[in-house]
């Protein structure tokens, strides 16, 4: 191969795909419905949620993905982990069927797992908790993103309001909308944090182990989400957690309530 075929094929592998374009011109699209009052509000604020939340969950992968690229492991590219396309990753049911399943069904943010990184190629303890880290990372920042300027009031406008149950409330959709993806990054966030085994906490902490403690835990691996996600349905857990992330969206001037509300408006099938 030569070095212009060698440099086109890295330009190919980092192209974004046109399949992540059209889940942008989705969410672009969902936002302007909703912040203008185009068409059913409610089915405007599930379609920006659900194509938000699908695009940070690219955004997470790309995250590790490419801190692997610069930690070593030159393998992600061609993967086709460094092009956005939710196809390309190793468990698309994980990472992006079951999340929006969970969103659907409980609102809640679940993390889910994705890229194989070739950890052999990468040297030093740090770099592979740094690799783990990027995720979490990223959704912490759509958090910013999205709470930031529903806490300045930039989403305000008298003219497009919230209507509920026959009444008209003085709260904008679209800032509801972010609320309620504001929510499910924070708490992406804090789940993927925790050092369960197969989450990016544990990725955090693992190199730092013995490696007796580590294949002590590697057969539990599999079944930590699955503890997650049952745990969080037990309310005393459930309502623990929620608090967290309330406080958390507190700290960004986001009132909590927006969230609820957005999840509201966002289940349009039940009411």
């Known amino acids: 191969m030569t070095f212009a075929e060698t440099q086109r094929s890295r330009s190919e592998d980092r192209r974004i795909s046109p399949v992540f374009w059209v889940l942008l011109a989705t969410l672009g699209t969902a936002g302007w ?9 409610r089915f405007g604020i599930f379609l920006f949620v659900v ?8 955004l997470h992968e790309y995250a590790h ?20 396309n939710p196809f390309k990753y190793t468990h698309a049911l994980l990472s992006f069927v079951l999340p929006v399943i969970f969103v ?13 990184i070739e950890r052999h190629r990468i040297q030093g303890r740090v770099k592979h908790s740094l690799i783990s880290a990027a995720g979490p990372l990223v959704n912490l920042l759509c958090a910013a993103a999205l709470l930031i300027p529903i806490g300045a009031g930039w989403l305000d406008d008298p003219s497009v309001f919230v209507e509920l149950d026959g009444r008209q409330l003085s709260v904008s959709p679209l800032a ?4 309620f993806l504001g929510l499910l990054q924070i708490s992406a966030a804090l789940l993927n944090l925790l050092p369960v085994p197969g989450l ?24 930590g989400l699955l503890a997650v ?21 507190e700290l960004f001037g986001a009132n909590p309530a927006l969230s609820q509300l957005g999840g509201y408006l966002f289940r349009f099938w039940e009411n």
């Open 176 to 179: 509801a909308a972010f609320g």
């Open 33 to 41: 419905a909703v912040a203008t009052g185009y068409g059913s509000a």
């Open 65 to 84: 993905a490419r801190t692997a690229l610069h930690g070593g492991d030159i393998s992600v590219g061609a993967k086709g982990y460094l092009t956005l």
């Open 200 to 223: 990016d906490g544990y990725g955090i902490v693992e190199p730092w182990l013995s490696l007796k403690t580590r294949r002590a835990v590697e057969p539990f691996a599999p079944y």
């Open 51 to 58: 194509s938000g939340w699908v695009v940070s969950l690219c």
């Open 104 to 116: 659907i069904l409980g609102g809640i943010g679940l993390p889910g797992g994705a890229v194989y």
């Open 229 to 249: 996600f049952i745990l969080l349905w037990q309310s005393e857990v459930n309502r623990w957690f929620f608090d967290l992330v309330y406080s958390v969206m």
